[in-house]
């Protein structure tokens, strides 16, 4: 059973950028897609990007697009999500998660990590 543990998150002002982590060990390869997803308090898990491990396409939410960007180390097993440019409706827990598909829905993905908050500060 594939696990995944995320990281990087804190507190940071408008603006400012984060770099977040997301380690997977176990048995991850079964899996073709890392999807990092968040979620505010009160509010539904949105999603924020996906990559497809196998062939490095990239997607988006409308809300994130040309400030995040989503990387992989296949190598190491890690997923990354580089946040730019944030913003305070940026502030939730991120999540990242294993699916068979770039799927933007949350109940299609199998495994979850913990999660990290993100706080921007105004």
């Known amino acids: 059973q594939a696990q995944l543990v995320e990281s990087g998150g804190g507190l940071v002002q408008v603006g400012g950028s984060l770099r977040l982590s997301c380690s997977a060990s176990?048995?991850?390869?079964?899996?073709?897609?890392v999807g990092w997803f968040r979620q505010a308090p009160g509010r539904a898990r949105e999603f924020v990007a996906a990559?497809?491990?196998?062939?490095?396409?990239?997607y988006y939410g409308d809300s994130v697009k040309g400030r995040f960007t989503i990387s992989s180390d296949n190598a190491n097993n890690t997923g990354y999500l580089q946040m730019n440019s944030l913003k305070p409706e940026d502030t939730a827990v991120y999540f990242c998660?294993?699916?068979?598909?770039?799927?933007?829905?949350?109940?299609?993905?199998?495994?979850w990590g913990r999660g990290t908050q993100v706080t921007v500060s105004s």
């Open positions: 176990g048995r991850p390869f079964s899996y073709n897609v």
């Open positions: 998660a294993l699916s068979p598909a770039p799927y933007s829905r949350p109940e299609e993905y199998r495994v």
């Open positions: 990559i497809n491990l196998r062939g490095g396409n990239t």
